[in-house]
């Protein structure tokens, strides 16, 4: 087991935070990760070690846990997602600031040694290149939740430089998970397809077929995570936040490995306005820098992700 932490983990409840606090509790032992969001997470979270209820809005209780707990690392994983956060942009920007503000200021007044907060390829927009998008480039967002993470990632770089706050951060594409179901994204559909294709019901897919986006296998995302935070300070060389990258893929892709096993299964196409956020992100990512700065190495492909979501999902 690693030296000694105490890790604090705002979102558990969320597709990405479910995964996480389950291998964070595995590696640091359970009583060392507390879990807390608004919405009560899945048994195995709840049962599993601390919970607490917090909104990331309440600094007071953001601090009050930290003192209590005497934590030393964040995982800050609330915020509102693309699809959802236009519906609602003032609070979408609200939470998605507001809650890295109340958290970068435990970097700051020194409460805490390291924090995690992601940034998304919704960076990126329609002027950013399509192929193989770099690190460094265009990033002129169109959406809310892109335009607050961009935002976000600046406020990093700015803490890190002015405060030494040791704020770590990855760029994730679109989260493929059979734990939770996601949380409002634009990239949902490649969680929701297997869901159908279990239940050997038909799929209404929101995107155009030739829809290429840069997509991962949760279990991927969660070693980029726990990584980047392991590694040493100075192989961190990109405080705004790294680009990761692992699958790309359309919607008739994955359509197509899924009919390997489910022969009979039968999707149809139907895009609304998040066919519109889909066409301002890149098709594919270069990752480069995350390889070369801390050995970041994706393990599944397109083929694997198929066989291992229809898998769990057959025994959930």
Excluded at 51 to 73: A, M, P
Aim: with cysteine; hydrophobic share 35%; glycine share 6%.
């Amino acid at each position: 087991m690693p030296k000694s932490e105490t890790i604090l983990v705002i979102g558990a409840s969320g597709q990405i935070g479910t995964d996480l606090v389950l291998k964070l509790r595995e590696i640091y032992g359970s009583s060392n990760v507390i879990a807390t969001d608004l919405k009560t997470p899945v048994y195995e979270v709840y049962e599993g070690g601390p919970f607490e209820v917090l909104d990331v809005l309440d600094k007071e209780k953001v601090h009050k846990i930290v003192k209590h707990y005497k934590v030393t690392q964040v995982y800050l994983l609330a915020a509102l997602l693309s699809a959802t956060a236009e519906q609602n942009p003032k609070f979408g920007w609200n939470l998605n600031m507001s809650g890295l503000f109340n958290v970068l200021s435990l970097g700051s007044e020194q409460l805490v040694k390291k924090i995690f907060w992601p940034s998304s390829i919704a960076v990126f927009g329609p002027t950013s290149p399509k192929q193989n998008c770099p690190q460094h480039t265009i990033t002129e967002p169109t959406t809310v939740y892109g335009i607050s993470k961009l935002a976000g990632e600046g406020w990093c770089t700015y803490f890190h430089k002015k405060y030494g706050v040791d704020v770590r951060s990855v760029r994730y594409p679109g989260l493929i998970s059979h734990k939770s179901q996601p949380g409002g994204g634009t990239t949902d559909y490649a969680v929701h397809i297997f869901h159908h294709a279990i239940k050997r019901k038909a799929y209404k897919c929101y995107l155009e077929k030739d829809t290429y986006l840069p997509m991962m296998y949760m279990d991927d995302a969660i070693q980029a995570t726990i990584q980047i935070m392991q590694v040493p300070s100075e192989k961190v060389l990109i405080r705004s936040s790294y680009n990761i990258a692992s699958l790309s893929f359309s919607p008739e892709e994955i359509y197509h490995q899924i009919k390997k096993q489910y022969p009979d299964f039968k999707i149809s196409y139907k895009p609304d306005h998040r066919q519109e956020y889909a066409d301002s992100w890149p098709a594919s990512i270069d990752d480069s820098y995350a390889k070369q700065h801390w050995n970041w190495d994706p393990k599944y492909n397109l083929e694997k992700t198929t066989q291992r979501m229809l898998k769990q999902l057959k025994t959930t």
